[in-house]
């Protein structure tokens, strides 16, 4: 299977088995993501890292998974520091960069950022998030988390929150179809899972079922996906302040849970989870951030030619 210099875009260019290879590799890079081996893998390979949006866990990751494999990194930094702040657009942005590097992760606030970058890109593009768009490698590691964790055949799992704008779960959501997964969807009304969205899983093998509180479905599922609502992805701030704060797990949520359950993050939370889950053996959000490098090296192995 050959990932050598393309693109990691969407996951809907990707196969169950393509998914499988990368898991695959991820397992294999634990031991030099846990510092308990070394690697030069990547050596003489270096990274560029162009965040135009906030980011600590993906860009830090990123970071620590081509170090890990002996490689370099090159970090825009601030866009108020670059040419961007001049008026430089992203094409033009990204043909500079990529005569620089060997590959460019890319984060923007604009859906299809990623995949405008790589045509004019000589270079693999890694989507690090598009704006509502996609963020594959959040993908991976998720679905790399579930399997270390859980299960992924025959799950049952709950994607709670925010729906609507978020990515990582748009992108989970087509990945775990994949698997013919049992998904419960739990949000709010206003920021419900896109039509289209549900129709598309449904017809690739997904069941989906829609309930309003984390109460009616935590007593089935083997894992509970939270997310925050995003106030960055509200046009208007009054309907942010409508659902903000309307789900939350605590300790006595989790009562009539199977023993089993683990609850993910893709974090930062705000307040949707309390602090004292953290110490119940459901919390699995932080194991979750550092699944993020071998799954990160695994991806940047692969587009760069280094493993197959």
């Known amino acids: ?76 930094g601030s866009v108020d520091a670059s040419s961007i702040a001049k008026g430089e657009t992203l094409a033009d942005t990204i043909r500079v960069v990529d005569g620089y590097v060997d590959a460019i992760v890319l984060r923007h606030p604009k859906e299809g950022a990623a995949h405008l970058a790589s045509e004019f890109s000589s270079v693999p593009i890694l989507n690090a998030g598009d704006g509502a768009g996609h963020h594959p490698t959040q993908t991976l590691l998720d679905l790399y988390t579930i399997k270390r964790e859980s299960h992924l055949e025959d799950l049952k799992i709950a994607l709670a929150g925010d729906l609507k704008y978020g990515r990582t779960v748009h992108s989970l959501c087509y990945a775990l179809s994949l698997y013919g997964a049992q998904i419960t969807l739990i949000s709010p009304k206003e920021l419900r899972m896109p039509e289209e969205i549900i129709n598309d899983i449904i017809a690739k093998g997904a069941k989906i079922k829609e309930v309003d509180t984390i109460e009616e479905a935590i007593k089935d599922v083997d894992v509970l996906y939270m997310t925050r609502i995003q106030k960055e992805r509200f046009p208007d701030p009054a309907e942010y302040h409508k659902v903000a ?40 959000y932080f194991k979750q951030a550092f699944y993020g490098v071998p799954v990160r090296m695994a991806v940047l192995g692969l587009v760069l030619g280094a493993i197959e």
């Not at 990547?42 to 135009?52: D, H, M, P, Q, T």
């Not at 089993?260 to 889950?277: G, S």
């Open 1 to 76: 299977m050959n990932f050598k210099d393309q693109p990691i875009i969407s996951m809907r260019n990707f196969s169950r088995e393509m998914i499988d290879h990368i898991l695959a590799a991820a397992e294999k890079m634990e031991p030099i993501a846990r510092g308990e081996e070394r690697s030069d893998l990547l050596s003489g390979k270096i990274l560029a890292v162009l965040f135009f949006e906030p980011s600590t866990r993906t860009r830090m990751s990123f970071e620590t998974a081509m170090l890990r494999l002996g490689g370099d990194v090159l970090n825009l």
């Open 245 to 284: 704060n309307k789900l939350k797990i605590t300790a006595e949520t989790l009562k009539e849970a199977k023993p089993e359950l683990k609850i993910m993050h893709p974090l930062p939370r705000v307040n949707e989870i309390d602090n004292k889950v953290d110490d119940t053996p459901h919390a699995c």
